[in-house]
């Protein structure tokens, strides 16, 4: 996996061994490799040079403030879902004014916050949202750019709890209200139109919905343009899949080539969302074994990291490698279910896997640099856990070991 291979059977990051990082800063711990997001970035460039087009990050794939820093310096701006992401990419240095707002429950604080920090483009998904958008930008004295998002109606082959753009979802503008919803949109006062959105699912091993979806899009922005409505730009969304096992992820050659027929001549510049792919793969999480138990269901090696670091596998039966940090010559390896010690039955990271592994070492699990710790929560009392981002021989820590008390800091003991 770029960023993450053996040197003489330890496990490094970039050129820094992991047992180094999990004597420094403790376990569990994520580990981001900066050049592996690199690459990730790099080939989306490379696929799109000589095109008109943006990366929006989705920063609920990784919103950590070093993740986002690096990004924005390799040009990326943002795709959020809410005042506390805007907030995020705003102590990061992110560019707004090239960022989207995505989501469907866009509170009027949040819009507020989002139009003083001047964002790119509201991506607006119902016409209640189009009012309270445009009454609030008139009360402040301000023209709100928005685009909607519109739901194409097409079923993508991925985990149903990640498919977004099928007919009857929450998400977008229902294919068949789409006009008129832009001539809503051209009616009210405070508003600017910019583009047209969608985002049709995520983890999609097939770029081939991804470019159907571009097409009605680009069919749409025409039938806008007869009416005298000028789209900027068209915006697909994310969702390009990445390997987490043995998935072929697709090639980014045909994905950046069928948009870019699709098109056509038009004075359109594209705008893309990817969250998992560009950080996926660029993340493990380091954590290390406590106990090996064994019951009537078998072996199973205890972890000390949880659902609460990574809830995948608890929440759509995601699969994920684990592989052990230092590789045992001559070891049997054996059949187990690698479990965290959380106190529910799908807190289980990896089932039936051939590990050799004993008490006391390191396993890494991979594939977690999205949706991982983005998801994490605080169940059963457990804080947040250390995050390190590594770059060639530098490692620097960019999220501290949380405190338990940090966690009931707001809570109140009643009086009397
Ligand atoms: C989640 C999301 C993305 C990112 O999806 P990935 O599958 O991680 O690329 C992009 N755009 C929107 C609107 C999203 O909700």
């Known amino acids: 996996m770029e960023g993450f291979e053996y040197q003489d059977n330890r496990l490094h990051a970039e050129s820094v061994p992991l047992e180094l990082i999990a004597e420094e800063h403790g376990t569990p711990c994520f580990v981001y490799s900066a050049a592996a997001m690199e690459r990730q970035v790099e080939g989306l460039r490379t696929a799109f040079s000589g095109q008109s087009y943006r990366i929006c990050y989705a920063v609920k794939a990784n919103g950590n403030l070093a993740v986002l820093q ?76 928005v685009s909607l998002r519109i739901n194409p109606a097409i079923e993508v082959n991925t985990h149903p709890h990640i498919a977004t753009g099928f007919r009857g979802s929450k998400f977008g503008v229902p294919w068949d209200e789409a006009l008129d919803t832009y001539r809503i949109a051209n009616r009210l006062g405070g508003l600017e139109i910019r583009g047209v959105a969608c985002h049709i699912g995520s983890q999609l091993v097939d770029a081939e919905p991804i470019v159907a979806a571009a097409r009605q899009l680009v069919d749409l922005a025409d039938r806008l343009r007869e009416e005298g409505i000028d789209l900027e730009y068209v915006d697909v969304g994310g969702g390009l899949g990445i390997c987490y096992h043995d998935e072929k992820p697709p090639a980014l050659e045909p994905y950046a080539e069928g948009l870019r027929e699709v098109i056509g001549d038009r004075p359109l510049s594209l705008v893309i969302e990817p969250g998992r792919y560009v950080m996926g793969n660029a993340g493990i999480l380091l954590t290390r074994v406590e106990y090996i138990k064994h019951t009537a269901g078998g072996r199973f090696v205890v972890v000390d990291a949880a659902m609460t670091e990574l809830m995948r596998p608890a929440l759509y039966g995601a699969w994920h490698a684990i592989m052990p940090v230092t590789k045992m010559e001559g070891r049997e390896r054996r059949n187990c279910d690698v479990v965290g010690p959380v106190c529910e039955t799908t807190d289980c990271l990896g089932r039936s896997r051939r590990l050799s592994v004993e008490e006391g070492e390191l396993l890494a699990v991979f594939s977690c640099g999205a949706y991982a710790a983005s998801m994490g929560s605080s169940y059963n009392a457990r804080p947040p856990v250390a995050e390190v981002m590594v770059d060639g021989d530098r490692h620097d820590l960019v999220r501290c070991r949380g405190e338990v008390d940090q966690l009931y800091a707001g809570e109140r003991i009643r009086e009397g």
Do not use: M, N, W
């Open 70 to 145: 690096y990004l924005a310096r390799l040009g990326c701006a943002f795709d959020l879902v809410s005042g506390g992401e805007l907030a995020r990419v705003q102590a990061a240095g992110g560019d707004l004014s090239q960022s989207v707002f995505s989501g469907v429950g866009k509170t009027s604080e949040e819009i507020r916050q989002a139009l003083d920090a001047g964002i790119g483009a509201f991506h607006v998904e119902s016409p209640s949202e189009l009012e309270r958008i445009s009454r609030i930008a008139q009360k402040e004295g301000k023209v709100a750019p």
